[in-house]
């Protein structure tokens, strides 16, 4: 990324599931966050979060553009869904029509306010689920399964997506992400075929804010289903990650007196990662 970053990021549908995780590593890591959302409930925690949260409906083409333009971010993510809680299978037929929808128009709305605003990058979220059969693991390169009576739908409106994505002017992410389960995802453990924890795709997506050449990345955990070396190398990914392991090692510091006698604190061997004042309960 360029030398002038200016810190601000735009997360859309930061109020969703990697979202409320993504921002808060976001918001410790220096960025300056402004976050989406439909629900002034959870604009409030946002608020609370240290996000600067503002309430729109991404099918409000002129709405986005404005507050997006407004926001004047050097990165766009997009984590746009709607999805019912826990994939509730008595509400998905009519929800995975409206998340296609959201993912086709909502996305084009999206690209455009990022373009207008002169956002430099853009990170996306996608699947890693939808390949068609074929050799495993699958690489980024795989067809998708466009076709599928059960997954088809799914699979034209991500490949609309990264379609969209990779082709803006601007340096572009897709990260394929395999099977949700974790805290927000009403799935407590792994499902078979490519899962993923919820604290590990949000922290893809912040290390791909910042690192990798444009280009589609799976984000899983490694069991056979789909190849992540790509993610591996590119971006330091991991599949452990755990916001709680994070925040205990940000908060394990060393107290370092400097030359004013100031207190200054760091992680052990991040190169001084935080140095602001702070009180030790921060």
Excluded at 130 to 147: F, H, K, M, S, W
Excluded at 148 to 160: E, K, M, T
Aim: proline share 6%.
């Amino acid at each position: 990324m360029p030398s002038e970053l200016n810190k601000k990021v735009f997360v859309a549908g930061a109020g969703g599931v990697i979202g409320r995780r993504l921002c808060p590593l976001l918001v410790r890591d220096g960025w300056s966050v402004t976050g989406t959302t439909r629900s002034a409930e959870k604009a409030s925690a946002l608020r609370a979060m240290g996000v600067t949260p503002v309430i729109v409906d991404v099918f409000d083409e002129k709405a986005l553009l404005d507050i997006v333009c407004a926001a004047q971010p050097d990165v766009v993510v997009h984590q746009l869904t709607d999805l019912p809680p826990a994939l509730d299978p008595t509400k998905m037929a009519e929800a995975l029509i409206r998340n296609a929808r959201l993912r086709e128009i909502g996305t084009r709305y999206l690209v455009a306010a990022a373009v207008a605003a002169g956002a430099r990058r853009m990170v996306a979220q996608s699947l890693a689920f939808v390949y068609a059969p074929g050799p495993t693991p699958y690489r980024e390169d795989a067809p998708l399964n466009l076709d599928d009576p059960d997954f088809g739908l799914s699979a034209r409106a991500v490949a609309s997506l990264e379609q969209q994505v990779l082709s803006a002017p601007f340096e572009a992410i897709v990260l394929r992400y395999g099977k949700l389960y974790g805290p927000g995802t009403g799935f407590d453990k792994p499902p078979g075929g490519g899962p993923l924890h919820v604290d590990a795709a949000a922290d893809a997506a912040r290390r791909a804010i910042m690192r990798g050449e444009a280009g589609i990345y799976n984000i899983a955990e490694d069991d056979g289903t789909v190849s992540i070396d790509k993610a591996r190398d590119a971006l330091g990914w991991h599949a452990g990650f755990s916001v709680s392991a994070n925040t205990i090692a940000r908060q394990t510091f060393h107290l370092i007196n400097n030359a004013c006698g100031r207190a200054e604190y760091c992680m052990p061997g991040s190169r001084k990662h935080v140095r602001q004042r702070r009180a030790v309960s921060d």
